[in-house]
Nanobody
Framework: QVQLVESGGGLVQAGGSLRLSCAAS????????VGWFRQDPGKEREFVAA????????NYRDSVKGRFTISRGNAGNTVYLQMDSLKPEDTAAYFC??????????????????WGQGTQVTVSS
């Protein structure tokens, strides 16, 4: 079965940290770019961060720069999103997705083919 599974979400106070994980089964993440997106109910999905196939290039939305870090596991089939200094406006369901290309750090959802089911992040003030 082909799937991406996110984990690590939860409830945290403002200023706290969470580390999200994206694990793949049935497909490879190694060799592909991977992105993180988030969506709050009633709002549009928004791009958060992306990492290229070898982990050397990354892209972040402006509001998370300096607070979030995307990285790849050594085996290549897991991608992480370290989230520090969390703010209430970071509250959303977070989704990982596999890029269609290996070096495309696009913020456009159409450039990603496989998506996970999401993990909820709630930041209290």
């Amino acid at each position: 079965q082909v799937q991406l599974v996110e984990s690590g979400g939860g409830l945290v106070q403002a200023g706290g940290s969470l580390r999200l994980s994206c694990a793949a089964s049935g497909i490879l993440l190694g060799g592909y770019a991977v992105g993180w997106f988030r969506q709050d109910p009633g709002k549009e999905r928004e791009f958060v961060a992306a990492i290229n196939w070898n982990g050397r290039n990354t892209n972040y939305r402006d509001s998370v720069k300096g607070r979030f870090t995307i990285s790849r596991g050594n085996a290549g089939n897991t991608v992480y999103l370290q989230m520090d200094s969390l703010k209430p406006e970071d509250t959303a369901a977070y989704f990982c997705a596999r890029g269609i290309y290996n070096n495309d750090l696009s913020a456009a959802g159409d450039n990603y083919d496989y998506w996970g089911q999401g993990t909820q992040v709630t930041v209290s003030s």
